[in-house]
């Protein structure tokens, strides 16, 4: 790797004259955030992106408009930050996070992508998961990369294409097909692609990387064993490079717009970004992002554990300086995307933002559970057979109480996930960072407090999924030194919601949730 030397931290009087920008990149949205060397944000720009569902189950995106939204963004923020006085020659570098297991294949030749990108909580794989998962060989995957086999991971939605899609399968037996996860795409485009003075950029990097189920936890390095679990030959496809999270030069340069020339130098899985965002540098820390999904990470420092409790374990970050941090991590598919649900399809609200207004609407759920399994359940129950379930409704339920169990699901879920990390780790957390749009709702956090008994902890500058890809960027290009120069990013004005409930309360709710978890099971059936 390149060692290039790196320029001193920014004087404190300097940082406002420091700029970085982040690609943001999500399920639902995409956005460009410029942050000072303070890792306050000064321009923004978000848009929307279509979210294509052919069939019941299935989930894509249009790979040309992923990269359509990020340029739009770039663009449109750039003005608005030099609309501001500000000089767009002092934007330092950029980082990108994107959605991880999302999964892009293109003609490595021409650039172009051959079928829609089949987005992470898709679920068309639900077949082949079980034929995979009493294949001789199974049960060594987990130790190797840290994932179950389940519809989650990108490995399977290769596969998928493979066996059922002609333009994937003649480029793979022409060897001509990339495979990639976002961030790949999107820096191998974002550089110019196959046309690119000197050839193309195709990186990943380690927390993307372990999202595939084909590189090994350990080595950061593709596997022999895991690639031949899945049959997947590597003569026929290209893999891209996996290179450390922080770096100055391996991942290009943008090669066309406002920000012409400007470098990319971070790269993280969103839900790592958000941790580096948190600082969660420390063994023990730990937060949640209440996006679309519900995503909790938690630092085991320098060595992946293995959970016993249905977790995965995932690379948290890599800085490339020979110590990844690897993190626990409980992946809920259904969080914000469950507020979305009762806007959209349900009409019980008319805003995404007025979900607390309904909720208190009334004093409690009124004995109604809503397990929001749209495509299954993930962490810690991993059922791949369960349908969204509404249990408990009476003549009495009004539409406050589904508001309320709405909420309720993504907490009492991602309690359960904090119960299972105590359980591996062997230390029960005292606080919980979180972030992410859901975190918004002072009902939802309270709520998540009172039912995880933990301390909840939301910081008042919630861009932190941009901000840490901004902070790999920075550490790359010497805007800090190292993470100890990072103490005071985003440490100001922050909420804490502490339980108000008591150990019995929230037993029994639990209790009852647990309950209409194994009543959810078995929904789907090949009958």
Known sequence: MDDAPKPKRPRARDAEETFLGSIDQGTTSTRFVIFNANGEPVALHQMGLSNVHPESGWHEHDPLELLETVETCIKEAAKKFTDKGFDIAKINAIGVTNQRETTVLWNKNTG????????????????????LKVKEGSDKLLDLCGLPLSTYPSSVKLLWLLQNNEAVKAAYDERCLAFGTVDTWLIFRLNGGVDRQGGPIFVTDPTNASRTMFMNLRTLKYDDQLLGFFDID???????????????????????????????????????????????FKPGQAKNTYGTGCFLLYNVGTAPVISKGGLLATVAYDFGDGSPVYALEGSIAVAGSGVTFLLNNLGLIESSKAIDEVALSVPDNGGVYFVTAFSGLFAPYWIDDAKGTIFGLTAHSQKGHIARATLEAACHQTSAILDAMAKDSGRALSSLAVDGGLSNSDLCMQTQADLSGIRVDRPAMRETTALGAAIAAGLATGIWSSIDDLKDINSTNRTIFEPRIGKEKRTASRKMWERAVEMCRGWIRDD
């Not at 172009?112 to 998961?129: C, F, G, Q």
């Not at 290009?252 to 990319?264: A, D, E, K, N, T």
């Open 112 to 131: 172009e992508p051959l079928y829609n990108a089949i987005v992470w909580p898709d679920t068309r794989t639900k077949a082949l998961v079980r034929e």
């Open 234 to 280: 590597r003569q026929k496809i290209s893999l891209p490079e996996i290179v450390p999270s922080s770096h100055p030069t391996a991942f290009g340069s943008l090669s066309r717009g406002p920000l012409q020339g400007v470098r990319i130098a971070g790269c993280l899985g969103d839900q790592s970004s958000a941790l580096v965002g948190q600082l969660g």
